[in-house]
């Protein structure tokens, strides 16, 4: 079964630059995920979409992040304008649905350095 | 709200030592329970989980007891391997409506041979 792909795997822009990063999910999940791991933290949820709708994106900073997920299959995650601190690993994720205790599979991530 | 509070690192082994990394947490209810491994490069593994109280994961030597009465849910494996080596973070994920991963800070573990 082919995993959680994501891409670019790396990515180095200069601050006030835009990226984007793309996501596949597990054939047939639901539900997809992007986490932002700052090197020496845990991750933390930037956003997390049921099929093409938005359940919680509490924590992504509006201003300069967006995220979509069209036909409810992939998504892209993008920053614009780019900062210093959005230098992390996005990682992207998705599990069969939101009920308690499916495992959520992770991508390897793209890693992002702002300079 | 919720939260994780895991051992802080790094955690030097000798080969064939015996690993302990300490986890607790907060949370309303009654939370599942995870442990993901980072392996240098890569992305997140589930290593195990416990999705109720008393519930023991294991997989790969590792072990880890959910224990609601500590709020803990401490990692251990009786004997590490250099291939152990790498970033373990516990997490949790409510029982109330959307369940998204909480995560610990990581605790990076070598192990020397």
């Known amino acids: 079964e082919a995993g959680v792909a994501q891409s670019p795997r790396y990515k180095i822009i200069e601050k006030r630059q835009s990226v984007a990063f793309w996501c596949n999910p597990i054939?047939?999940?639901?539900?997809l995920y992007w986490y932002q791991q700052i090197l020496g933290q845990g991750p933390k949820l930037l956003i997390q979409?049921?099929?093409?709708?938005?359940?919680?994106d509490s924590q992504l900073p509006k201003d300069r992040f967006s995220a979509e997920r069209l036909k409810g299959v992939d998504s892209t995650l993008k920053i614009q304008p780019a900062k210093l601190e959005d230098s992390a690993v996005y990682l992207c994720?998705?599990?069969?649905?939101?009920?308690?205790?499916?495992?959520?599979?992770f991508g390897e991530g793209s890693w992002l350095t702002v300079v | 709200g919720n939260s994780v509070t895991q051992m802080e690192g790094p955690v030097t082994l000798s080969e064939e030592a015996f690993l302990t990394i300490n986890c607790t947490y907060t949370?309303?209810?009654?939370?599942?329970l995870f442990w993901y491994v980072q392996y240098p490069g890569e992305g997140l593994q589930l290593l195990l989980k416990?999705?109720?109280?008393?519930d023991k994961g294991s997989n790969k030597g590792f072990e880890a007891t959910y224990r609601k009465e500590t709020t803990s849910f401490h990692l251990e494996k009786g004997s590490v391997q250099v291939s152990d080596s790498a970033v373990y973070f516990c997490?949790?994920?409510?029982?109330?409506?959307?369940?998204?991963?909480?995560f610990g800070k990581g605790t990076r573990l070598s192990v020397i041979a």
């Open positions: 994720a998705s599990s069969f649905n939101v009920q308690t205790g499916n495992t959520i599979y």
């Open positions: 054939s047939g999940h639901a539900t």
């Open positions: 979409f049921q099929n093409n709708g938005v359940v919680d």
């Open positions: 949370a309303t209810g009654y939370p599942s």
């Open positions: 416990a999705t109720k109280a008393d």
């Open positions: 997490a949790l994920s409510s029982h109330s409506g959307n369940t998204p991963l909480v």
